[in-house]
């Protein structure tokens, strides 16, 4: 190289800042603020990382929300709160939150037998200012009682009214004490605590009810309810519903058993196709009332009137077990803030 090639090298060199030729970070300033060294390299990789981060949060967001998607549909089902409220099982319940009502006017035919009504009345009123754990009941008797005038299917119902203390309420265990009176001639007084325990196993969904109560007039006696939910798809449920009763004064149990499987057709209407035993043991124990048929439901109006149409066979010991067609018509409101 010549001469006036090395004296350009060095003017080229004196010119450039000491700080860009070290690979040291240096402080700047007053503040004495540290500033790294840049590069071009270290530019690209910081921006590479920086575009490589947002695309992987986003691809890891798009992922989890098709997972759970995915999985919804891999294991949802039809609610067992919508088969519970839809057909008004339990309605008024401590399953459910808030004051509820339901009233409800139903006709049964059975073939030979004339035309018979009943009127039904359940209400859950929670009380304010006692955080939802005291309730005031009011229900109609659930007997088997029904008259052939739809106006005294409303006047001949016997109520009983009670106060709920709700002791305990969790995801696992609901306890409460009821303090009442089944009213009629005489007032039957009455006190009544129960425990629901909820379980999974498996796929199953268990729902167990232990209930001990005291009658002034009938004495003690308890009642003990096992409910079984198996999801099928996301339109239907299996349910099995056991229920054995002792009532000390009578020293023998009464026994019910039933299945259902569950379809909802729409958001407005569910099909229920049911079948059943009843019996008890008080010689011996055994069943002497069967009963199978079809449940048909819709809303009619706004979100809060229901009818029901359900076709069955029954076959009773009385009857020696012959084939009897029935068919029920129900017309029923059910009443709440949530609806």
Known sequence: ???????????????????????EPYLQ???????????????????????????????????????????????????????????SEDI?????????????????????DPVDYKFGLSVKLVLPNTNERLNLLLDSEDGDNREADPIESVENVDYTAALRFIIRESDQWKTNIDAGVRWGVPPNPFVRFRARRY?????????????????????????????????????????????????LNDEYFKLSYDAGLYHELSSKAALGFVAGAKGDSEFDTTFYSYN????YRRQIYSNWVFAEVAPEFIWNRDKDYATTPVIMFRLESVIARDR
């Open 92 to 112: 008024t319940d401590d399953d459910v939150k808030g004051s509820r009502a339901k009233l409800s006017l139903y006709t049964r035919r059975v073939l030979g």
């Open 1 to 23: 190289m010549s001469w006036q090639g090395w004296l350009g090298l060095w003017i080229v060199i004196i010119s450039v800042p000491s700080q860009a030729l070290s690979p």
């Open 292 to 295: 199978a048929g079809v449940r």
């Open 199 to 247: 379980a999974y196993l498996s796929e199953w969904e268990l729902k167990a009810t232990q209930t001990f109560f005291y009658f002034s007039l009938d004495g003690w006696g308890e009642e003990t309810r096992v409910q079984m939910d198996y999801p099928i798809n996301t339109e239907k449920l299996f349910r099995i519903n056991a229920k054995a009763g002792y009532q």
């Open 29 to 87: 300033g007053d503040s004495e603020q540290f500033i790294p060294p840049k590069t071009l390299e270290t530019e690209y990789q910081d921006d590479h990382y920086t575009a490589q981060t947002s695309v992987n949060q986003a691809a890891l967001d798009r992922s989890k929300d098709w997972l759970a998607g995915y999985l919804n549909r891999l294991s949802g089902n039809i609610d067992s709160f919508f088969v519970d409220s839809f057909f």
